[in-house]
């Protein structure tokens, strides 16, 4: 189990995490080794351009919303380099990044699954 599926499993479990992913798939948005918040995330409320914790055909990034399927309940998980990871649901959306280096991400807070909130299935 890489570091990133453990952040994945405490961010499910409705941790706040803070580490330092590595990589430069996502720069200049997240240089390697910079530190990232991440909190649990209301998946419907995702948007093109956010960065989230997800896990795309088996695997865990940190990388960002593409696109929204809402119909579908899915979102398009891709690099800041122009590689498209795919298409992954909603319960496999863990967190969203707050911050990087405490510079806070625009729009992110108001993203953030409430405290006891049962997960982001709904109803169907």
Known sequence: ????????ERVRAGATVEFR?????????VHSRQ????APAHPPL???GDIVLARVSGTVYLHLVTAVD???RRVQ?????GRVNGW???????????????VPRPGAAAKVRAAGSAGTRGPG
């Open 77 to 81: 998980i891709s690099n800041n380099r």
């Open 70 to 72: 809402t119909p579908r």
């Open 46 to 48: 995702l948007e093109p």
């Open 1 to 8: 189990m890489g570091m990133l599926d453990v952040q994945a």
């Open 88 to 102: 992954t649901g909603h319960d496999r959306v863990f967190g969203i990044c707050l911050a990087v280096d405490d």
């Open 35 to 38: 530190r990232v918040r991440v």
């Open 21 to 29: 992913p590595t990589g430069t798939s996502m720069v200049p948005l």
